[in-house]
């Protein structure tokens, strides 16, 4: 059970999703009313989910699930819900929400703070290929192997559907919707993911080729020391750069300052 807010409580939306948002979204109203500056009420917080994820991970706080019907959509729900503040807390993949995020923050004249993690970085051994896209990741697998270990989510799949000479083994949450690859096998799973698991996962399927996204984190960072270890090269697919201008942080207890200080 949510402790009883008060009318005068500050009110933030977290657009969340992530590991870090359910962090925040933890940090923020798990932290006791007698720490808070004096006169200053409990937080309101609401995490926003996009509702892909048939099961998604239990968030601290209210939640709601769905979209807001764009920039001008998401502006009115935080008129409408007296917001304080907005973080965006999405996959640093979400490109679409992150800028309507930003304007609909304008609009409504909203403090927005994003929080991302930061991406990979190469270590000796690696063989990393940099793509813009997951179609330019799809162009280049055939130079690069024949077993694909695809693990860039199941909405990504139908850029490589048309490789009918590649084998595909996918991992993601929910299971995959057409159009698919003619020759794919899924795994359901959610991570965090354990290296030992991963080098197992690898050498069962004999995946000579690995594709992800320069997501960040520690929660799969595993498949690539396992890959590393392998000898097998790496289609890194390049994350989309924050909205110019928009405030950011790395970690969930940057984020948290920023609300305290903001309403301190």
């Given amino acids: 059970m949510h402790r009883a807010e008060t009318a005068a409580a500050p009110r933030v939306l977290i657009l969340g999703g992530t590991t870090e948002a359910r962090r925040l979204a933890g940090l923020l109203t798990g932290h006791p009313a007698e720490e808070s500056p004096e006169g200053t009420a409990p937080l309101h917080v609401t995490t926003s989910l996009a509702g892909r994820v048939a099961s998604p991970a239990r968030v601290p706080g209210a939640v709601r699930v769905g979209g807001f019907g764009g920039a001008q959509g998401m502006a009115r729900w935080l008129r409408d819900h007296r917001t304080d503040l907005l973080i965006d807390a999405t996959h640093p993949f979400a490109g679409t929400i992150s800028s309507h995020a930003a304007l609909a923050a304008s609009l409504a004249h909203v403090p927005l703070l994003v929080l991302r993690r930061p991406g990979w970085e190469a270590a000796e051994g690696d063989d990393w290929h940099s793509a813009a896209s997951l179609a330019e990741a799809a162009e280049m697998l055939p130079a690069l192997g024949k077993r694909v270990f695809l693990t860039t989510g199941r909405t ?50 004999r995946v000579d080729v690995l594709v992800s996204k320069d997501s960040g984190g520690a929660a799969t960072a595993p498949k690539l020391v396992a890959a590393r270890e392998a000898g097998l090269p790496v289609v890194l697919v390049r994350r989309p750069p924050v909205v110019e201008g928009t405030r950011t942080v790395e970690e969930p207890e940057q984020a948290a300052a920023w609300v305290r200080s903001r309403l301190g």
């Fill in 156 to 205: 990504g799949l139908p850029a490589f559907a048309h490789l009918d000479g590649l084998w595909f083994l996918l991992r993601c949450v929910d299971p995959p919707r057409p159009p698919l690859p003619a020759h794919l096998e899924t795994v359901l799973d959610r991570g965090p993911f354990h290296l030992d698991d991963e080098r197992e996962l690898l050498r069962r399927h």
